[in-house]
């Protein structure tokens, strides 16, 4: 049995990784210390992958190789008009992929979303596996509550392109009770508000004795951090303009350097009342003078920008209080998560509105991936400690004549779940039957995700009305729907399994695994070759100081001579791992012989 699985908190903005050790989740700092990822994934001029940190630090000279965000576009579709505002707003190009699906461009090749996922993920598996030392491969996702099937699912491919069996899908908010829960003593109900990079969840939780019982859900899947940055960025380019006379969205090393100093400004502005943005050489005047962006920005003012932001997660609270039937002096406690939750203006929005203040004792950029952790310990072995009582987050039904959206399961029912509706033939001797499975929350079957669709067929003829199709919807633990459409005389039925909603195919995901694979051996095998040259130097080095240092026989001096000017030549051309280990050990012999000999 494996010991470990991990809790991957896949973040919009910055992404982390936890385990349980000896009965207590943390989370594992990555090679640079730090204890988040950015989810930025790049590829250099060189060719080479970059992830993380490294990504971020070349994202300006090589913007349109580097890719960020695509959390808020995983298991979309090209038209939706949240894409079309970001293909508008980044540096990278995104194009409709083969599937009605979308991909993003890094130098020559295009790469679907879970590929992009894939990358940060195998980033968090491989910090992981390097504190581990052992490999890691189980492990739970966190996804933002709202996400629909599609993104959900696409999560999971993600999760399988890195090399991961996927234990199960579980929402941020929950994620972030359970961590918080096992500091309760006593039974609460409390209030999850989630303002992350990209995304928006509020949940209503009803703990008591481990039982998690998620009461409602909603958010915004296209509301976070990054629309607060791009106010900032927005005032910039419109003061920068006025001043100057030029657009600087017309260039996107310029952008970049915007959205990095808004997003430095942003986080300023949680701790002091003012920031200095300095952008030397941003730009060039017509007749070549040098234009810089120097301006101060004050908390007021970014306040001013983003109130009405601050606002439509209040109203989105509203709406998850109203579903669960609970009122704010219902509350509890109210739990802050995300990284945008350190700004005051939102703290102060949120205690006014639930007439307490916020929990204080969490880190909000940890709390889920900590969750997520106790969780996937609990499930790889067997313990019950924690009972997840989840919904969905959106109505699930099919599309019925007049155009309308018939919902067989409603939103905030429990997971797992089955809800059945028996449906009539609406013509005379109809013989099959259109089911369109349809996800969202408008009355009009058009303006909700279409899941799947199939037909029914051999239905017995008749006169309309005299036959009887029952549908059920079988909602599992994950989110994932499956839907059966069954004949109640005959007992005929058809059944979907909604499980390729993020358009790739099993051969895709496959070859992405492959591809995947292949790119960690080979920088497996380049950080062997680095240490073995490593060795093979400090080898030389002391051959060549032992050759110096002592009086020796013609043909040992020869052969050392000989041995070291075979290493520097193999160091030199730096490609020949089996040459370069089995000059290290020529070289230890060497040096054993002349120790002997003196």
């Known amino acids: 049995m494996t010991e470990y699985a991990i809790g991957i908190d896949l973040g919009t903005t910055n992404s982390c990784v936890a385990i349980v050790e000896h009965g207590k989740p943390f989370i594992i700092s990555n090679k640079s210390g730090y204890k988040t990822t950015p989810s930025i994934v790049a590829i250099s ?10 990504a971020k630090r070349q994202s300006i000279t090589n913007a349109a190789n580097t890719v960020y965000s695509t959390k808020r576009l995983i298991g979309r579709s090209i038209d939706d008009p949240e894409v079309q505002e970001c293909i508008d707003a980044v540096p990278y190009e995104i194009v409709e992929g083969p599937h009605n699906d979308i991909r993003v461009k890094m130098k020559d090749k295009y790469y679907a979303l879970p590929e992009i996922s894939a990358m940060i993920l195998s980033e968090l598996r491989q ?37 991961l069996d996927v234990l199960r899908i579980i929402n941020e908010p929950t994620a972030a009770a ?9 039974s609460q109900t409390i209030a999850v508000f989630d303002l992350g990079g ?10 008591d004795e481990g039982v998690f019982n998620v009461l409602s859900t909603t958010g915004d899947t296209f509301l976070g951090g990054e629309d607060f940055d791009n106010r900032i960025i927005e005032h910039l380019v419109l003061g920068f ?51 810089h962006l120097n301006t101060e920005l004050t908390r007021d003012e970014f306040e001013n920008l ?64 900590m969750g997520a952790a106790i969780q996937a310990d609990e499930l790889i072995h067997g313990g019950q400690e924690h009972i997840l009582l989840d919904v969905t987050p959106l109505d699930l039904g099919i599309a019925i004549h007049g155009g309308q959206f018939y919902v067989i399961t409603p939103k905030n029912t429990t997971i797992p779940c089955s809800n059945s509706t028996v449906f009539t033939t ?79 195919t ?18 497996a095998n380049d950080v062997a070759l680095r240490n073995d040259i490593a060795r093979l130097k400090s080898r030389v080095s002391s051959l060549k100081m032992l050759t110096q240092s002592v009086s020796l026989p013609d043909s040992i001096a020869s052969h050392a001579n000989s041995l070291m000017t075979k290493a520097n030549d193999a160091m030199a051309q730096g490609n020949d791992a089996s040459t370069i280990k089995k000059l290290s050990s020529d070289i230890d012999k060497a040096i054993d012989l002349i120790e002997q000999t003196t």
């Open 45 to 54: 001029e060189s060719g080479k992958r970059l992830t993380g940190q490294l």
């Open 127 to 163: 910090v992981a596996e390097d504190y581990l030392g052992e490999p890691c491969t189980e492990a739970i996702i966190t996804v933002p509550a709202y996400f629909n099937d599609a993104q959900r699912q696409a999560t999971i491919d993600a999760g399988k392109i890195a090399g």
């Open 178 to 186: 359970i961590a918080y829960g096992t500091q309760m003593q006593k």
């Open 198 to 207: 990209g995304t928006f969840d509020v949940s209503i939780l009803k703990i």
């Open 241 to 291: 303009a006025r001043e100057n006379g030029v657009v600087l969205r017309e260039d996107p090393m310029a952008m970049q350097r915007l959205k990095i100093a808004a997003e430095k400004a942003k986080c300023e502005l949680s701790e002091v009342k003012s920031t200095e943005i300095s952008l030397p050489f941003i730009q060039t005047a017509a007749d070549g003078t040098a234009l």
């Open 306 to 369: 983003v109130i009405d932001l601050v606002k439509r997660t209040l109203k989105i609270c509203q709406i998850a209080l109203m579903d669960a039937n609970v009122s704010q002096s219902d509350i509890d406690e109210v739990v802050l998560v995300g990284g945008m939750t350190r700004m005051p203006l939102v703290q102060s929005a949120v205690s006014e509105f639930f007439q307490k203040p916020p929990a204080k004792n969490i880190n909000p950029d940890e709390v889920v991936a």
């Open 426 to 504: 609406s013509e005379n001797n109809q013989t099959s039957l259109r089911i369109v499975v349809l996800q969202g929350e408008h009355t009009q079957a058009n303006d909700n995700q279409v899941l799947a669709e199939f037909t029914f067929s051999g239905i017995r003829r008749a006169p309309a009305g005299q036959v009887d199709i029952e549908i059920t919807f079988d909602v599992d633990a994950d989110g994932i729907v499956n839907v059966t459409a069954r004949d109640l005389e005959t007992q005929k039925e058809h059944n979907v399994s909604i499980s390729r909603s993020s358009n790739l």
């Open 506 to 523: 099993q051969d895709e995901i496959d070859a992405m695994k492959l591809e995947n694979n292949a790119y960690f051996e080979s920088e």
